[in-house]
C-alpha cells in the first residue's frame, strides 16, 4: 500500500520509520518532510495545511492511507476534507480534535464528566482576568485557550508575574489568535507524566508511557520550549496510577467526546500530573507528542498501519498492542538561542555512524538540504537523538554517548533528560 505522512518534524520522521517496517507497506511520501525523512520517503512541496492540494495529491498517487501528524490540520480539519474526498486517513475530524485545539473546551468537558484536573476559570476579557488575579491563590497558571505550539503556558509565581502574563497573552497576542481566550488554572504540583493512546470511537489501547522536559535548560530552568528530551517508560506511571486512569481519565475521556457527537478516533495524548491528590489531566493533544514519539514507537512492537487501520475501522479491540521491555531516551540538539533567536544553515556531520549501530536512532526535526546537497541545520530543534538500553538508566548513557557523534555549529542540549529516573 501506499502512505502520505503530513507533517515535516521529528514526530513525523519516527512515524515514517515506524510506518517503513510494515510488510504492508510499498511506498511512503511525505508533505513536506525534512532531509532525515527524505530518506526513507519521498518529499512534497506541499504545506502542511493546503488541505485541497494534500487531497488531490492523494488521488492522484492512489494513496490508501494518509497519516497526519501534526495539531493544526488536525484543529483546521484536515481529515474531514480528506473523508469528504472519499480517502482513507488516520486522525480525528475537526469536531473531535478541539479537545487539543481549545483548552477551555477540554476544561469545561472534564469538569461536565468529572475526569480528575486542576481547578479553573476561563476569560475572554482581560480586565475581568487582572480582576481575578488580585484574589487568587499563586501560583497561578496561565494558558491561551487556541494552538500556541506548545509555548502558550505561563507558570506565575506572582500577582506582578500574572499581570503580566494577561498582558502577553490577551492584549499583546504573543501566541496570535489563541490568547483570545485564556484558561486561569490551579498551579499542581508532582511528577509529570505523558500517556499517548490509540482511540477507535469507543476502545482506547494506551501505549508505554513517557516523560517530556519542556525548558530550555538543565534543571527545568529557562523558557519553555517544544520539548528538549523525553525518556520512556516513566517509572512513576505505576500500575496501580495506570489502573485509576484507565476508570477515571482514559475511558471516560473517550465516553464523554463520543456522548458529545464528537466521537474520536486517532491519537489521544494525555498529559497528566500526579498530585497528592491523585493522577490529575493537565493537558491533551489530539495527536503524537513531540518528542514523546521519538521514544515510544521504537519500542513498539505491533504493526503501526494495522493499529491506525483498526482505529479507523473501529476494531481496535482486536488489536493485540506490544511493547519492548526495555527503555528510551531522547536528546535533542538544538541551535544555541532556542527558543527565541537562532541562526541555520550549518551544516550537519556525523549521522552515518548511526547507520552501523543496533538501538540507536537519529530523527530529524529541523534539517534541509542546501543548494550544493549537502545537510543543514534548518530549525530551533535540529535532531532528536534516540538510543535504547535494557533499563532506562543504560539508555540515557547510550543516547548522551550518541550525541557525541554528531557535529554542528551551535548545537546546544540539556544534559539532564532523564535525570529524574536516578531519583525514582
Given at each position: 500500500m501506499k502512505v502520505l505522512i503530513v507533517g515535516s518534524g521529528g514526530r513525523e520522521h519516527a512515524i515514517a520509520w515506524s510506518v517503513a517496517k510494515s510488510p504492508k507497506v510499498e511506498k511512503i511520501y511525505c508533505a513536506p518532510?525534512?532531509?532525515?525523512?527524505?530518506s526513507i520517503a519521498e518529499c512534497v512541496n506541499i504545506g502542511a495545511m493546503e488541505?485541497?492540494?494534500?487531497?488531490?495529491f492523494a488521488k492522484e498517487q492512489e494513496i490508501d492511507l494518509t497519516v497526519v501528524g501534526m495539531d493544526d490540520p488536525l484543529v483546521g480539519g484536515i481529515v474531514d476534507v480528506f473523508v469528504a474526498e472519499g480517502l482513507?486517513?488516520?486522525?480525528?475530524?475537526?469536531?473531535?480534535?478541539?479537545?487539543?485545539?481549545?483548552?477551555?473546551?477540554?476544561?469545561d468537558l472534564m469538569k461536565k464528566y468529572h475526569i480528575p484536573t486542576a481547578a479553573y476559570e476561563i476569560f475572554t476579557d482581560a480586565d475581568a482576568a487582572l480582576a481575578y488575579l488580585e484574589t487568587a491563590k499563586l501560583p497561578i497558571v496561565l494558558k491561551a485557550d487556541g494552538l500556541a505550539l506548545g509555548k502558550g503556558v505561563l507558570i506565575c509565581n506572582t500577582l506582578e508575574e500574572a499581570k503580566a502574563g494577561v498582558q502577553e497573552i490577551m492584549l499583546d497576542k504573543k501566541f496570535g489568535t489563541a490568547g483570545n481566550s485564556m484558561v486561569v488554572e490551579e498551579f499542581m504540583t508532582g511528577r509529570e507524566v505523558s500517556v499517548l493512546s490509540y482511540v477507535d470511537g469507543k476502545t482506547i489501547k494506551i501505549m508505554t508511557s513517557a516523560q517530556d522536559h519542556k525548558r530550555a535548560g538543565d534543571g527545568d530552568t529557562g523558557l519553555n520550549t517544544g520539548g528538549m528530551g523525553t525518556f520512556s517508560p516513566?517509572?512513576?506511571?505505576?500500575?496501580?496510577?495506570?489502573?485509576?486512569c484507565q476508570e477515571h481519565i482514559f475511558q471516560p475521556t473517550v465516553d464523554a467526546m463520543r456522548a458529545e457527537g464528537r466521537e474520536f478516533k486517532g491519537i489521544i495524548f494525555?498529559?497528566?500530573m500526579l498530585t497528592e491528590d491523585g493522577p490529575k489531566v493537565l493537558e491533551y493533544n489530539a495527536r503524537f507528542g513531540d518528542p514523546e514519539t521519538q521514544v515510544v514507537l521504537p519500542r513498539m512492537k505491533t504493526d503501526i498501519v494495522e493499529v491506525f487501520e483498526a482505529c479507523i475501522d473501529g476494531t481496535l479491540?482486536?488489536?493485540?498492542?506490544?511493547?519492548?521491555?526495555?527503555?528510551?531516551?531522547?536528546?535533542?540538539?538544538?541551535s544555541?538561542?532556542?527558543?527565541?533567536?537562532?541562526?541555520?544553515g550549518f551544516p550537519i556531520s556525523g549521522l552515518e555512524t548511526f547507520d552501523q549501530q543496533e538501538g540507536y536512532y537519529c530523527f530529524h526535526a529541523g534539517t534541509k538540504f542546501d543548494e550544493n546537497g549537502a545537510l543543514v541545520t534548518n530549525g530551533g530543534r535540529v535532531l532528536g537523538v534516540t538510543a535504547k538500553g535494557a533499563d532506562l538508566k543504560e539508555a540515557r548513557a547510550n543516547a548522551y554517548a550518541a550525541t557525541e557523534w554528531i557535529?554542528?555549529?551551535?548545537?546546544?542540549?540539556?544534559?539532564?533528560?532523564?535525570?529524574?529516573?536516578?531519583?525514582?
Amino acid at each position: 500500500m501506499k502512505v502520505l505522512i503530513v507533517g515535516s518534524g521529528g514526530r513525523e520522521h519516527a512515524i515514517a520509520w515506524s510506518v517503513a517496517k510494515s510488510p504492508k507497506v510499498e511506498k511512503i511520501y511525505c508533505a513536506p518532510g525534512n532531509a532525515g525523512i527524505a530518506s526513507i520517503a519521498e518529499c512534497v512541496n506541499i504545506g502542511a495545511m493546503e488541505f485541497e492540494k494534500l487531497a488531490a495529491f492523494a488521488k492522484e498517487q492512489e494513496i490508501d492511507l494518509t497519516v497526519v501528524g501534526m495539531d493544526d490540520p488536525l484543529v483546521g480539519g484536515i481529515v474531514d476534507v480528506f473523508v469528504a474526498e472519499g480517502l482513507r486517513v488516520f486522525g480525528p475530524r475537526r469536531n473531535a480534535a478541539i479537545l487539543e485545539g481549545s483548552k477551555g473546551f477540554s476544561k469545561d468537558l472534564m469538569k461536565k464528566y468529572h475526569i480528575p484536573t486542576a481547578a479553573y476559570e476561563i476569560f475572554t476579557d482581560a480586565d475581568a482576568a487582572l480582576a481575578y488575579l488580585e484574589t487568587a491563590k499563586l501560583p497561578i497558571v496561565l494558558k491561551a485557550d487556541g494552538l500556541a505550539l506548545g509555548k502558550g503556558v505561563l507558570i506565575c509565581n506572582t500577582l506582578e508575574e500574572a499581570k503580566a502574563g494577561v498582558q502577553e497573552i490577551m492584549l499583546d497576542k504573543k501566541f496570535g489568535t489563541a490568547g483570545n481566550s485564556m484558561v486561569v488554572e490551579e498551579f499542581m504540583t508532582g511528577r509529570e507524566v505523558s500517556v499517548l493512546s490509540y482511540v477507535d470511537g469507543k476502545t482506547i489501547k494506551i501505549m508505554t508511557s513517557a516523560q517530556d522536559h519542556k525548558r530550555a535548560g538543565d534543571g527545568d530552568t529557562g523558557l519553555n520550549t517544544g520539548g528538549m528530551g523525553t525518556f520512556s517508560p516513566s517509572p512513576f506511571f505505576t500500575k496501580e496510577v495506570e489502573t485509576f486512569c484507565q476508570e477515571h481519565i482514559f475511558q471516560p475521556t473517550v465516553d464523554a467526546m463520543r456522548a458529545e457527537g464528537r466521537e474520536f478516533k486517532g491519537i489521544i495524548f494525555f498529559g497528566l500530573m500526579l498530585t497528592e491528590d491523585g493522577p490529575k489531566v493537565l493537558e491533551y493533544n489530539a495527536r503524537f507528542g513531540d518528542p514523546e514519539t521519538q521514544v515510544v514507537l521504537p519500542r513498539m512492537k505491533t504493526d503501526i498501519v494495522e493499529v491506525f487501520e483498526a482505529c479507523i475501522d473501529g476494531t481496535l479491540d482486536q488489536i493485540n498492542l506490544e511493547f519492548e521491555d526495555n527503555a528510551a531516551v531522547c536528546v535533542v540538539l538544538a541551535s544555541e538561542g532556542y527558543p527565541v533567536s537562532y541562526q541555520k544553515g550549518f551544516p550537519i556531520s556525523g549521522l552515518e555512524t548511526f547507520d552501523q549501530q543496533e538501538g540507536y536512532y537519529c530523527f530529524h526535526a529541523g534539517t534541509k538540504f542546501d543548494e550544493n546537497g549537502a545537510l543543514v541545520t534548518n530549525g530551533g530543534r535540529v535532531l532528536g537523538v534516540t538510543a535504547k538500553g535494557a533499563d532506562l538508566k543504560e539508555a540515557r548513557a547510550n543516547a548522551y554517548a550518541a550525541t557525541e557523534w554528531i557535529n554542528f555549529d551551535n548545537k546546544y542540549m540539556r544534559h539532564d533528560i532523564g535525570k529524574a529516573i536516578d531519583e525514582a
